[in-house]
């Protein structure tokens, strides 16, 4: 029996907030996470989203607002709560001195899972995360790639209904990197409610139902990744590289541009067609320039600046 039933609202926050040193990191945050959602957090660092994870598993105390997991109300009830969840942390928080085997039989144990339980499912895990060769290996021994699939299959030891996943594929080469969307994807299929937070945002466009752009700890936009693309932004980019300002006079003349920034030494045209810049381009000898679609970037780059973070 598992120890909370599955309610059709995974995630209820109301007000949610979290100060520190007087600045509200969490700022009255208002989220609904229906279950079977792939739900993916972007915003820039520091932006809460690690905070906000926290919260949801009750490892950092909430300073305001409601907060249910699971139909749980938290922090109360967040020992229950953790039974049902699982988290791949943001830094990976292996222990060095034990086998791949022996990491999953540990973690296995605080939730009181039988040896003999514990055996099967550690034999499917590692098979999930394709870990087999490496059972008996120590951590040290093992790649970036593996490390997380590692860390993705302990969270799955108590065979949880949510899944937490904080920045599960950076610094991850592409391969090992899509190797973790399959497992993600599996997951999804098999009726899992996912919450991952991502730097990357072909990996939100690719995976996640929702989106949700988050900075200064509050939501900005929440939609499904095509929709945020097409209500929040124009459909397509023009970025030219060129010293030429009488080049840029000419293309600034396009009636169909809707935004223009320009960034250290690239000037963005955004528009639904541009055709009378391209015109121009296409007629003069500059050829430094790309006209694409717009994408998740181009959003997020809207709604949180370009401005560095921390
Ligand atoms: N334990 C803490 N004490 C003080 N400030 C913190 C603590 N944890 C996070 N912060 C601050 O809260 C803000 C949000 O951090 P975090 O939730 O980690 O953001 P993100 O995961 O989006 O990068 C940052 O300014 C960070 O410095
Ligand atoms: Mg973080």
């Known amino acids: 029996m598992s120890?909370?039933?599955s309610p059709s609202v995974v995630v209820e926050a109301t007000n949610l907030s979290k100060i520190y040193n007087q600045t509200p990191v969490v700022n009255k945050l208002n989220l609904t996470i229906e279950s079977g959602c792939f739900c993916g957090i972007l915003g820039p660092n520091g932006a809460g989203k690690t905070t906000t994870l926290r919260m949801f598993i009750g490892h950092c105390p909430i300073d305001d607002g409601k907060l249910l997991i699971l139909g749980q109300s938290m922090p109360d009830n967040a020992s229950l709560v953790r039974e049902s969840v699982g988290v791949v942390p943001q830094m990976d928080n292996l222990d060095p001195d034990f086998t791949v085997k022996e990491n999953l039989y540990v973690y296995g144990r605080f939730f009181g899972l039988s040896t003999s339980v514990l055996k099967q499912r550690i034999d499917?895990?590692?098979?999930?995360?394709?870990?087999h060769d490496k059972a008996d290996s120590k951590i040290s021994e093992l790649s970036g790639g593996m490390r997380r699939r590692l860390t993705l299959a302990r969270a799955l030891i108590n065979k949880p209904k949510l899944l937490i996943l904080d920045e599960p594929t950076t610094g991850l080469d592409p391969q090992a990197r899509q190797a973790i969307w399959q497992k993600l994807r599996e997951l999804k299929k098999q009726g899992l409610?996912?919450?991952?937070?991502?730097?990357?945002?072909?990996?939100a466009e690719r995976l996640c139902d929702r989106v949700i752009v988050m900075d200064h700890g509050k939501v900005m936009a929440d939609a499904p990744p095509k929709q945020l693309i097409s209500e929040q932004i124009e459909s397509h980019v023009l970025e030219v590289h060129t010293a030429d300002d009488s080049l840029l006079e000419q293309l600034k003349q396009d009636a169909s541009i809707a935004r223009f920034e320009k960034s250290g030494d690239i000037d963005f045209f955004y528009g639904n067609k541009l055709k009378y810049a391209l015109d121009v381009l296409e007629q003069s000898t500059h050829?430094?320039?790309?006209?694409?679609?717009?994408?998740?970037?181009?959003?997020?780059i809207k709604l949180t600046g370009r401005d560095l973070r921390e």
Not at 287 to 300: G, H
């Open 3 to 5: 120890p909370v039933n």
């Open 124 to 131: 499917d895990l590692l098979d999930f995360s394709s870990l």
């Open 193 to 203: 409610t996912l919450i991952l937070t991502t730097h990357y945002m072909e990996e």
């Open 287 to 300: 050829d430094d320039y790309l006209f694409r679609p717009a994408n998740l970037e181009d959003v997020f």
